[in-house]
């Protein structure tokens, strides 16, 4: 069992962000998926790709599964793909997978994909950011 990933459900699950306790620090809240389910991001997750930064995103899926998107990014140009999306069981076994380079546009400057792409490019200290 992937530790992080039962750790990112389980606040995905339980849902006080009030309550997170230090060691929960590098995730941070980008907003909530259609369902009004909150979406996370791993700060720790975000390091350098060929587009200019990758990072992973988290959101509950069905049966208390967990979903994680991973995004390329891009502060200058203010793009961002998803490149892969991977679905866990509550207990962190991978279900499924799936590799894509699916550029996203017309997204909402406050949706979670869009406000992801800012913390990742404050983490690096992303000129304009």
């Known amino acids: 069992?992937?530790?992080k990933l039962f750790a990112?459900?389980?606040m995905l699950g339980a849902f006080g962000f009030a309550s997170l306790s230090k060691a929960d620090s590098d995730y941070v809240s980008v907003g909530n998926d259609a369902g009004g389910n909150p979406?996370?991001?791993d700060i720790s997750s975000v390091e350098s790709s060929n587009r200019g930064l990758k990072?992973?995103?988290f959101e509950k899926s069905d049966n208390d599964g967990l979903l994680q998107f991973t995004v390329d990014g891009n502060c200058a140009e203010q793009r961002f793909w998803v490149t892969k999306v991977e679905k866990f069981?509550?207990?962190g076994n991978k279900l499924a997978d799936s590799r894509s380079d699916?550029?996203?546009f017309n997204v909402s400057i406050n949706s979670p994909a869009n406000r992801g792409l800012i913390q990742a490019c404050r983490t690096i200290g992303a000129k304009g950011y």
């Open 1 to 3: 069992m992937n530790i």
């Open 8 to 10: 990112v459900a389980a």
């Open 39 to 41: 979406v996370m991001m």
């Open 55 to 57: 990072y992973l995103l």
């Open 89 to 91: 069981d509550s207990r």
């Open 102 to 104: 699916k550029e996203l």
